[in-house]
T-cell receptor, first 117, second 114 residues
Framework: DGGITQSPKYLFRKEGQNVTLSCEQN?????MYWYRQDPGQGLRLIYY???????QKGDIAEGYSVSREKKESFPLTVTSAQKNPTAFYLC????????????????FGEGSRLTVL | AQSVTQLGSHVSVSEGALVLLRCNYS??????LFWYVQYPNQGLQLLLK??????LVKGINGFEAEFKKSETSFHLTKPSAHMSDAAEYFC????????????FGAGTRLTVKP
């Protein structure tokens, strides 16, 4: 079945350690996104990528880094510079285009919950 | 820039009662509007979307929403709540459908009482 796989589902780390969250999709989608979810705040965009080897910062990119070496993969690294990294992280993708703009619904993975001790 | 306000962070209804979750948006251009549902510790799943055309949109699991431009609203309804509807619901807006600028509301947690 086509979909988005995030791993690990739960992750515990000590302060000061970098952490990489995996996101893989087999939907053949061009665009991939990383969101952060905190209680009562909805989803906030961290980074997005519309094409391989290209990505843009979202609203809260500070303390995070990404890469897009393959169409299927968009890993997110939470660095030690991120002041409050404990959160639920969601990866999403979309493949619909209209007039060159990526539109339509986002398809989400099941999320990764990061807890920093 | 576009934004979304969901009125009520928690809504509680009895099984069989009407479900009404409120969403108001702001957008300087024609919006694309979405409702997503999230079950505990899972990702979001699309319930329904409005792009253009018919303003009453039907989605999965018996939900529907009506786009009212004059009221800048996109409220989600379901005539009869089921226990399985208990989840968190997010309204989202994107201008001209541009996913790179999609904005989500803070979410409404729906509780269904037996």
């Amino acid at each position: 079945d086509g979909g988005i796989t995030q791993s690990p589902k739960y992750l515990f780390r000590k302060e000061g350690q970098n952490v990489t969250l995996s996101c893989e999709q087999n939907l053949n989608h061009d665009a991939m996104y990383w969101y952060r979810q905190d209680p009562g705040q909805g989803l906030r965009l961290i980074y997005y990528s519309q094409i391989v080897n290209d990505f843009q910062k979202g609203d809260i990119a500070e303390g995070y880094s990404v890469s897009r070496e393959k169409k299927e993969s968009f890993p997110l690294t939470v660095t030690s510079a991120q002041k409050n990294p404990t959160a639920f992280y969601l990866c999403a993708s979309t493949g619909s285009r209209d007039r060159g703009i990526l539109i339509g619904e986002l398809f989400f993975g099941e999320g990764s919950r990061l807890t920093v001790l | 820039a576009q934004s979304v306000t969901q009125l009520g962070s928690h809504v509680s209804v009895s099984e069989g009662a009407l479900v009404l979750l409120r969403c108001n948006y702001s957008s300087s251009v024609p919006p694309y509007l979405f409702w997503y549902v999230q079950y505990p510790n899972q990702g979001l799943q699309l319930l329904l979307k409005y792009t253009t055309g018919a303003t009453l949109v039907k989605g999965i699991n018996g939900f529907e929403a009506e786009f009212k431009k004059s009221e800048t609203s996109f409220h989600l309804t379901k005539p009869s709540a089921h226990m399985s509807d208990a989840a968190e619901y997010f309204c989202a807006v994107s201008e001209w459908g541009n996913n790179n600028d999609m904005r989500f509301g803070a979410g409404t947690r729906l509780t269904v009482k037996p």
